[in-house]
């Protein structure tokens, strides 16, 4: 079985995210920086998403492997 979040998924995650650390009382500086930070590095396309993207489907392939092989080795008994 394969999982993969399309790049448009990642940016879905990465805002609803970015939004949630925006409601703590940050200062006013660090709040625009955030800000900045999702208008122009996510966007649907830009280099960070895509690297965003290929590290989350990256990490979800490795522990569903793992998940897999331990799956195999653990004795049916258990």
Same mark, same amino acid.
């Given at each position: 079985?394969?999982?993969? %979040?399309?790049?448009?998924?990642?940016? /879905? &995650?990465? &805002? %609803?995210? =970015?939004?949630?650390?925006?409601? &703590? +009382? =940050?200062? @006013?500086?660090? /709040?625009?920086?955030? $800000? @900045?930070?999702?208008?122009?590095? &996510? @966007? +649907?396309?830009? /280099?960070?998403?895509?690297?965003? /993207?290929? @590290?989350?489907?990256?990490? =979800?392939? $490795?522990? !569903?492997?793992?998940? !897999?092989? $331990?799956?195999?080795?653990?004795?049916?008994?258990?």
């Amino acid at each position: 079985m394969k999982v993969e %979040f399309a790049q448009e998924e990642v940016q /879905a &995650l990465a &805002l %609803f995210v =970015l939004e949630q650390v925006l409601t &703590l +009382p =940050l200062g @006013r500086r660090d /709040a625009a920086a955030l $800000r @900045r930070f999702g208008a122009e590095e &996510l @966007r +649907p396309g830009s /280099a960070t998403m895509v690297a965003l /993207a290929q @590290r989350i489907n990256a990490d =979800l392939q $490795r522990t !569903h492997d793992a998940a !897999h092989a $331990r799956a195999i080795m653990k004795p049916d008994w258990l």
